[in-house]
């Protein structure tokens, strides 16, 4: 049966951002007026700022961390549970630090004062949490410890890394089938008295078709962040979706199963695009099962996680990042430009949310994107 059908689901609880509580150290070096001071100056700070005590052994060497306070978006970009705090120190929680330059620049900077400077990427389980991004580090002295202040960088560099793609986009891909349609015409000019053969005038439709398509993903992607929000209905878009690709979906003997879906505020233009793209996806990626494609959504404390699940070949675990961007096929056999993720990537991040692939329970693929409640 193809279609859109209806099942319960259950569903369980994402980790919800919650304050640290005190921090006692904090307390204890600037008193409990100037702690409250602290907070109120960081608590609404946009950018993330944490805190780490050093943990000294019996020769007053630094080994390790201690956390102490964090503001509220270091909280929620990390997506840090309360129990971090006291469950690890910096060691524990991010193991790739021990014996690293950026663990021995701690070190210099609660011994000498000075400050250090550094931009660095995260794509890595962080304690209980998750860090991903770019971001540009300042780390600063502050008692026994330090202070971290993280700007986030992550579009910045992306945007910089796509303008290059772009270029050789221009440079490559597109230059191919305009010089492919320039030699084919170059030979119906020198044979004009000949009708044109179907293989040229098919190779030439092929190229065109080619060259449109990149130049039209270029477009749809530059408008993907265009947003005209509204309150909207997923239950609706998925049916919208199921709709559009119902030709494809019998064909395939395919089917799209929802659990409870709630109402956000977004564009629904761009919402049923990141749908279409990911069942769509589904459908092309398929194994030997008939394709079976589950959309479901969990709420947290301050999002809503989407999840579009399939039964198909799944992503290589090293190429989960990379396929979201521009240009970037998963299987360099199958049709495309490669826009179709980045565009979902897109209008994800322009409604504030973030979108990544995990490995599903029983193979295939389990693409999750967040939205605001």
């Known amino acids: 049966m193809t279609g859109v059908a209806q099942r319960p689901w259950k569903t369980g609880r994402v980790t919800e951002t919650a304050a640290w509580g005190d921090d006692q150290k904090l307390v204890d070096l600037l008193g409990a007026q100037g702690e409250a001071g602290f907070r109120a100056l960081f608590d609404g700070f946009p950018e993330s700022v944490g805190v780490l005590w050093a943990l000294r052994d019996a020769d007053d060497d630094i080994v390790d961390f201690t956390f102490g ?7 929620r970009a990390f997506r840090l549970p309360p129990e971090t705090r006291d469950r690890y120190t910096l060691l524990e929680a991010l193991p790739r630090m021990r014996g690293s330059v950026a663990f021995d620049a701690y070190v210099e900077v609660c011994e000498s004062g000075e400050p250090w400077i550094q931009e ?3 794509d890595t389980p962080f304690g209980d949490g998750y860090m991903l991004g770019t971001f540009v580090q300042r780390t600063v002295k502050l008692g026994d410890g330090l202070v971290n202040f993280l700007t986030d960088v992550t579009e910045q560099r992306r945007m910089e890394a796509e303008l290059r793609s772009y270029a050789d986009v221009v440079a490559h891909d597109l230059n191919e ?12 000019e020198r044979r004009a008295e ?16 080619r060259a449109r398509d990149l130049i039209d993903g270029v477009l749809l992607y530059a408008r993907a962040g265009e947003l005209e929000i509204e ?3 997923l239950e609706r878009l998925v049916g919208e979706v199921a709709e559009d690709l119902r030709p494809r979906l019998e064909r395939a003997d395919a089917t799209i199963e929802t659990g409870e879906l709630p109402e956000v505020d977004g564009d629904p233009r761009q919402l049923r ?6 069942v769509a996806n589904a459908l092309k990626f398929r194994g030997d099962a008939p394709p079976r494609v589950q959309v479901s959504a969990l709420r947290d404390s301050q999002e809503w996680v989407v999840t579009v699940r399939d039964n198909g070949v799944g992503v290589d675990p090293d190429a989960a990042t990379r396929i979201f961007g521009m240009f970037s096929r998963a299987d360099q056999e199958a049709e495309g430009v490669g826009i179709g993720l980045a565009v979902c ?3 994800v991040e322009a409604h ?3 979108i990544w692939v995990e490995p599903a329970d029983g193979g295939g693929s389990a693409f999750r994107f967040t939205l605001p409640r």
């Open 69 to 75: 306070y964090g503001n509220p978006s270091i909280l």
């Open 120 to 122: 660095v990427t995260y």
């Open 177 to 188: 089938p305009i010089a492919g349609i320039a030699f084919l015409v170059g030979l119906l």
């Open 194 to 209: 000949e009708p044109p053969p179907p293989g040229v005038l098919q190779q030439l439709r092929t190229s065109a078709e």
């Open 231 to 233: 309150r909207i209905a």
């Open 273 to 278: 695009r990141v749908l279409l793209n990911l």
């Open 345 to 347: 990537r897109r209008v």
């Open 352 to 354: 504030g949310g973030r």
